[in-house]
């Protein structure tokens, strides 16, 4: 995104401000999108036009000897924080954040199936959660303490917390949970040693429950993608073993082609089967689709998707679909 105006600080922010005055920089980009949506027969759309505007703030100086960066997005409020990162480059030692939303360890590769727009399981309704069933990341993305770093080729991308996930109004967390961990492991064609070959894998366990009833649930994905002149082919395999008292396994296969047609026009195809399992139920496979397409003209992008699922959240005969087309400018 091109930048929308640059302010001299005086220093990051009011904490190290009072240990140090150092200079810096901050950035605002943002970008206002355009919807058309529309839902399956069986839902009510109301007004299928909408409108969204992100802003984006990012300030990097030095403390300390030490790079130190923080970005906060804000989403159809201006004043309404979405997520937000305070990272500080160690250089050799690699990069520790504290994540309040945008992403780390194991839910950075939840879904690496190429796409030309949105995912295919975006729009679909699921049973409540964030995301789409099946999508692998025990610590989440609301107070985590990330680590990064690469060495030989491969980057190692790790996330903690301490009790529950859910965010509260200060910033805290609320609700039951004992805390998580995981991790992801990727590389490139240098490390695999075959031309346009990316991939990756990763692991992860969460605290269910109070002290002394609490049980894991597992995350595992594994995944890869190969790039040949215009082509992307990508394939993924997941894994969410719950292991609390009439809790349900879940395990995921997925693959997705995108073709660029041009430096401006690129399409793609995916699909996406969810088998839920459980000792106290049968099993049943979710199964969805969708077709994405975008367009770009400088900053003006324009993307449609197209997603289907049948066996929606694991109950059999149920059947969900969403159609959207976004215009975005970005600024």
Not at 5 to 33: D, H
Not at 74 to 103: C, E, N, P, Y
Not at 119 to 137: F, H, R, Y
Not at 171 to 184: I, L
């Amino acid at each position: 995104m091109n930048n929308f105006k640059k302010v001299g600080l005086t220093a990051l922010a009011g904490s190290l401000a009072a240990i140090s005055a150092n200079a810096a920089e901050m950035t605002v980009s943002g970008a206002t999108l355009l919807t058309y949506t529309s839902e399956d027969q069986t839902e009510t759309t109301g007004n299928p036009f909408g409108m969204k505007t992100n802003l984006g703030f990012t300030a990097s100086g030095e403390v300390n000897g030490y790079t130190v960066s923080y970005m906060q997005t804000s989403k159809d409020k201006f004043a309404g924080m979405s997520s937000a990162r305070l990272s500080v480059d160690m250089g050799d030692l690699g990069t520790i954040a504290f994540d309040q939303g945008s992403g780390s360890g194991l839910g950075t590769i939840d879904d690496k199936t190429p796409t030309a727009a949105e995912e295919i399981w975006d729009g679909i309704d699921t049973d409540g959660t964030s995301g789409a069933n099946g999508l692998v990341g025990a610590a989440g993305a609301s107070g985590v303490f990330n680590y990064i770093k690469s060495f030989s080729g491969v980057t190692f991308n790790g996330a903690a917390r301490r009790g529950s996930g859910k965010k509260t109004s200060d910033g805290g967390s609320s609700g039951v949970g004992e805390g998580a961990w995981d991790f992801a492991l990727t590389a490139g064609d240098d490390v695999l040693m075959v031309a346009g070959l990316s991939g990756g894998l990763g692991y992860g366990e969460a605290s269910n429950g109070t002290s002394g009833t609490a049980s894991d649930t597992e995350h595992m994905t594994l995944f890869a993608n190969y790039s040949y002149g215009p082509v992307t082919f990508g394939a993924q395999a997941s894994e969410i073993d719950d292991t609390t008292v009439g809790g349900t396994d879940q395990d995921v296969r997925a693959f997705g082609v995108a073709f660029n047609v041009n430096d401006s026009l690129s399409v793609s195809y995916g699909e996406r089967d969810v088998d839920f399992g459980g000792s106290t139920a049968a099993n049943v496979e979710e199964n969805g689709e969708g077709i994405a397409v975008a367009y770009t003209m400088g900053s003006i992008k324009i993307a449609g998707n197209k997603n289907e699922v049948s066996n929606n959240d694991g109950t059999a005969g149920a059947k969900d679909e969403m159609t959207e087309i976004a215009v975005s400018f970005a600024f």
